[in-house]
C-alpha cells in the first residue's frame, strides 16, 4: 500500500491564455489530495472517494474519461503493469472551484500507483507528463498548467513547452468560493468560440503581458505590487466574458473591505477568488459575514510526495 499527495493550485495570472500559447504564473497551495493505491486479484481499477462517498469500478483495459481512472491506466502503462488496483482519495481541496483538485488528485494517483508497481518513485517530469495525459481524457483542450504545477510544486511560470521555477517568496492570499460550480471544459469551449474576435486575440495577448510582468515583480520579491496586476487581469477575465455577477460581487465586496488585488482564478464561470490584503483576517471576516466562504492559503508550497 503506497499513500502519494499533492497540492491544490492557484492560477495566479495566465488564465484561459495559456491555452493558446501564451504564458501563465501558477503556484502550489497548503491544500492537498491524498490518494493511497493498493493492488487487487482481478482485472479491475476500484476508486473510492472519502468526500464524495463515490465508489467507482472499471476493467483494467476498458476506456474511461474519469480522470482518476485514466490516471491508474497511464501509471499501469509506465510501470508496463496491468494488475488490479484500489485506490482511496482523500482530499482537502474544494471540488469545482478552481483550486486544482482534479489535477491533483490525478497526480497523487499516478504518483501512489506507479511507485505501488514499479517500487520506486517516478520522477516529478514523469508525473506530470503522466497526469497531462490523464488530464486530456477530462478536459477539452487543457494547458498543462494545472498538472505541471501540482507535480512540481512551488510557483511556475509555464508557457506550453517551457516551464520554469521562480525563485519567489510564499504570499498569503484569500479565497472566497462564490458557492457556484464550473465545468471547467465549457468555460475553456466558451473561450474558444470566441477567439476568432479580434477583441478577444487582444485580450489573451494582454494577459500574456500581465504574466511577464508579474514574473518580474515575483522575482524581485515586490510581492505587495502585484495587487494592480491583479485588478488589471480581472477586468480582462471580465472582457472575455467567464465572469459572473457572483464573482464580480466577491471581487467588489474585496475592494470595498480593503483588498490590493482581487481576481478569478482558473476557469471562472463559478469557483473562486483570490485577493491580495495586508488585513487578510479582516478579509475573511467580510466575505463570511456576506455569506461565503472564506480562507486563507499560502502560495509556493511542495509539489507531489509520497506520504
Not at 466574458?241 to 473591505?257: I, M, N, W, Y
Request: with cysteine.
Amino acid at each position: 500500500m503506497i499513500r502519494a499527495s499533492a497540492p491544490g493550485k492557484l492560477i495566479l495570472f495566465g488564465d484561459h491564455a495559456v491555452v493558446y500559447g501564451e504564458p501563465g504564473i501558477a503556484t502550489a497551495i497548503n491544500k492537498r489530495a491524498y490518494s493511497t493505491a493498493c493492488e487487487l486479484d482481478g482485472k479491475k481499477i476500484v476508486v473510492e472517494s472519502k468526500d464524495t462517498g463515490e465508489t467507482t469500478e472499471c476493467g483494467i483495459r476498458e476506456k474511461s474519461k474519469n480522470p482518476i481512472i485514466a490516471a491508474v491506466q497511464e501509471a499501469q502503462k509506465f510501470s508496463k503493469s496491468r494488475s488490479g488496483i484500489g485506490i482511496e482519495i482523500n482530499s482537502q481541496i474544494p471540488i469545482g472551484a478552481g483550486l486544482g483538485s482534479s489535477a491533483a488528485v490525478a497526480t497523487a494517483t499516478i504518483a501512489s500507483v506507479a511507485t505501488l508497481l514499479t517500487g520506486k518513485e517516478p520522477s516529478t517530469m514523469e508525473i506530470a507528463e503522466m497526469a497531462y495525459k490523464a488530464d486530456k481524457l477530462a478536459h477539452e483542450s487543457p494547458s498543462g498548467i494545472d498538472t505541471a504545477v501540482t507535480s512540481l510544486g512551488g510557483t511556475i511560470f509555464f508557457k506550453k513547452g517551457n516551464i520554469s521555477q521562480l525563485d519567489s517568496e510564499p504570499l498569503t492570499l484569500v479565497v472566497a468560493n462564490s458557492g457556484v460550480r464550473r465545468n471547467t471544459s465549457d468555460m475553456v469551449l466558451r473561450v474558444k468560440n470566441s477567439i476568432r474576435d479580434p477583441r478577444v486575440a487582444l485580450s489573451m495577448f494582454s494577459i500574456g503581458s500581465l504574466s511577464k510582468e508579474a514574473r518580474t515583480i515575483l522575482l524581485g520579491k515586490r510581492q505587495g505590487d502585484l495587487g494592480p496586476l491583479m485588478d488589471r487581469g480581472q477586468s480582462l477575465l471580465k472582457d472575455l466574458g467567464v465572469s459572473s455577477t457572483s464573482l464580480e460581487d466577491l471581487v467588489q465586496l474585496a475592494k470595498d473591505s480593503g483588498a490590493v488585488g482581487s481576481k478569478i482564478t482558473g476557469a471562472g464561470g463559478g469557483g473562486c477568488i483570490i485577493s491580495l490584503s495586508d488585513n487578510p483576517e479582516t478579509l475573511i471576516q467580510a466575505f463570511k459575514e456576506s455569506g461565503a466562504s472564506a480562507y486563507s492559503v499560502r502560495t509556493n508550497q511542495p509539489g507531489v510526495r509520497i506520504d
